[in-house]
């Protein structure tokens, strides 16, 4: 009985207060983009329109990293990127696409790499003549990226973060190391790790948003939620809106007739 009541009257001083933003504060985190234009494009409509409807905030835009490769305009993603950070309070990541992009225009070997996962679409994006880059050798292939990379876009993807933190949220490309503090995390996991973080049921320091790994819905596991639709393949953009302790998604999707919708998603 004694053990009983202990047990009850422990209840709510071990009970953890449910994650937050700051008050005042409001935050839409935005999946990999993966060079879908048209998608970012309209899921930022409906940002706008949502904060536009809602009680003044300070807002802030988080992309959540590899804005590149696959799809057909990473270029104009970059730019858009861009003009999104000079006129809103925007943070991005860098994924591990924008890493591979870089390393690519000095690193044969990773410029290979990068062409077999997605960086073709990345170069013919800059206008590069189709013809002359899946006939020319990969020396001159690697090349013709360097000419048509601006330095603008070399020196903007640079300066992309590798975490954020707003209120109890960290927010960062792949995810984290549960087995080392984040003060202490190393640049790769936060842009490659899968495991042993996926998987992982304990709570971390931080509520953890992040993208990377492609889920058919977005993937609240309490500790960590997960964001990547797989906009290159699905046709369907995520972002997740953060407000005190609510949660909700908005979503652009492509649908079977080529037009974008963007939509409220219940959380």
Known sequence: MFQSLRQFFARPADAAPPPALPEG????????????????????????ADDAASSPAETTIVLLGDLVDRGPDSAGVIARARELK???????LGGNHEEMFLRSLHDLEMFRHFIRHGGRE???????????????T?????????????QEDVDFLESFEDMVTIGDYLFVHAGI?????????KKHDLRWIREPFLSHTERHELV???GHTIR?????????????TGAYSSGRLTALRLEGTSRRYIE??????GEIVATPVAA
């Open 208 to 210: 953890v948003v992040h």
């Open 177 to 185: 190391d549960p087995r080392v503090p984040l003060a202490e995390q």
């Open 25 to 48: 504060r409001r935050v839409y985190a935005v999946g990999d983009v993966h060079g879908c234009l048209g998608l970012l494009d309209s899921l930022l409509g409906a940002i706008e």
């Open 122 to 136: 990345t170069a013919l994006s800059y206008g590069i003549e189709k013809r002359a880059f899946l006939e020319a």
């Open 252 to 257: 652009a999707v492509e649908n079977a007739g």
């Open 86 to 92: 000079q006129r809103r309070d925007t943070r991005i």
């Open 138 to 150: 990969l020396e001159e292939a690697q090349e013709l990226m360097r000419q048509a990379v601006p």
């Open 216 to 228: 058919d819905e977005p993937e609240d596991c309490g500790n960590r939620i997960g964001i990547d």
